[in-house]
């Protein structure tokens, strides 16, 4: 079983619907989960971050953790076009050790 | 935040040979990373490049095929070397967010390397 798994996709929703992306993780030793987005031919950028079980919210975003299931979701609100990307999950244990990625969602929003 | 410049954006590169990648950060940062994402695959971590000290190398990954030179806290190189078609990937360099231990906050916009 991989460390971290992740739905590659594709994903294709209408504008203006609510995605979900989600990841398990087997290692109950992660402590810090983070979201990137990278859009054709360009590095990842970072979401969002999170070191605790619960939701965290920022504008259309918000990124939630469930430490006791081992699952951790990214939702979009109101999506757009421009929110079409691929998503990827990351883990870490700690400061000093390497993250952990799902092999990322891509996410089609159809205009 | 940072800012990383990563040249060259792409390359094609004959078998056999070696290829630099450059890795220019606007700002000191103390921890870079190099990255492989191959298509549909995960990032996996090549090596950690601290200033002033050995890069250190995730399992799979060696130094005489992946040299990584840090001369200062704002610049890198990873180079591939004695290139097979295997090596086509998108290599990309990070930096973490200061204050954030452990996240890899920025990336360089990639360099797709096709082996031929």
């Known amino acids: 079983q991989k460390e971290v798994e992740q739905d590659p996709g594709p994903l294709s929703v209408p504008e203006g619907a609510i995605v979900s992306l989600n990841c398990t993780y087997s290692?109950?030793?992660?402590?810090?989960f983070m979201w990137y987005r990278q859009y054709s031919r360009k590095g990842p950028e970072l979401l969002m971050y999170t070191y605790s079980s619960g939701n965290k919210e920022d504008g259309r975003f918000t990124a939630q953790v469930d430490k006791s299931s081992k699952y951790i979701s990214l939702f979009i609100r109101d999506s757009q076009p421009s929110d079409s990307a691929t998503y990827l999950c990351a883990m870490g244990y700690s400061g000093n050790t390497p993250l952990v990625f799902g092999k990322g969602t891509r996410l089609s929003v159809i205009a | 935040s940072a800012v990383i410049s990563q040249k060259p954006s792409r390359d094609i590169c004959q078998r056999g040979t070696s290829l630099t990648i450059q890795c220019q950060v606007d700002?000191?940062?103390?921890?870079m990373f190099w990255y492989r994402q191959q298509p549909g695959q995960s990032l996996t971590l090549i090596a950690t490049a601290n200033q002033g000290s050995e890069a250190t190398y995730e399992s799979g990954f060696v130094i005489d095929k992946f040299p990584i030179s840090r001369p200062n806290l704002t610049f890198s190189t990873l180079t591939v070397s004695n290139m097979s078609p295997e090596d086509s990937s998108i290599y990309l360099c990070?930096?973490?967010?200061?204050?954030?231990?452990?996240?890899?906050?920025?990336f360089g916009q990639g360099t797709r390397l096709t082996v031929v």
């Open positions: 990070s930096v973490s967010e200061p204050g954030i231990p452990g996240t890899e906050a920025f």
């Open positions: 700002s000191q940062v103390t921890m």
């Open positions: 290692n109950s030793a992660f402590q810090y």
